[in-house]
Nanobody, 124 residues
Framework: QVQLVESGGGLVTAGGSLRLSCAAS????????MGWYRQAPGKQRELVAL???????KYADSVKGRSTISRDNAKRTVYLQMNSLKPEDTAVYYC??????????????????WGQGTLVTVSS
């Protein structure tokens, strides 16, 4: 069983900053991708930022230049620093990871895991 627990969400005024954290626990041998998605009311879940084990990083155009994703593999944690927040950033933010649970699982065999979500509200 693998769990992702997010923290750091909350209420912030426009122009402010927040840092989200996501800690993974459980049966984990290695990670592939780790990152963040978000879902605003009435909208589909969308990618915010993703980082892979190979070091590549992808950002949504809407947050590019305002957000930075980072990961600490030793701590099994991924972070999302968000600056210059806008009301349209208001959403539930979900942590995402692709996990290889055991060395006995085939190489390249990853399962997708989601956190429970943390609410970010940006007031104007």
């Amino acid at each position: 069983q693998v769990q992702l627990v997010e923290s750091g969400g909350g209420l912030v005024t426009a122009g402010g900053s927040l840092r989200l954290s996501c800690a993974a626990s459980g049966s984990i041998f290695s990670f592939n991708a780790m990152g963040w998605y978000r879902q605003a009311p009435g909208k589909q879940r969308e990618l915010v930022a993703l980082t892979t084990s190979g070091g590549s990083i992808k950002y949504a155009d809407s947050v590019k230049g305002r957000s930075t994703i980072s990961r600490d593999n030793a701590k099994r944690t991924v972070y999302l620093q968000m600056n210059s927040l806008k009301p349209e950033d208001t959403a539930v933010y979900y942590c995402y990871a692709e996990v290889r649970r055991s060395a006995y699982e085939p190489l390249g065999s990853y399962v997708e895991v989601w956190g429970q979500g943390t609410l970010v509200t940006v007031s104007s």
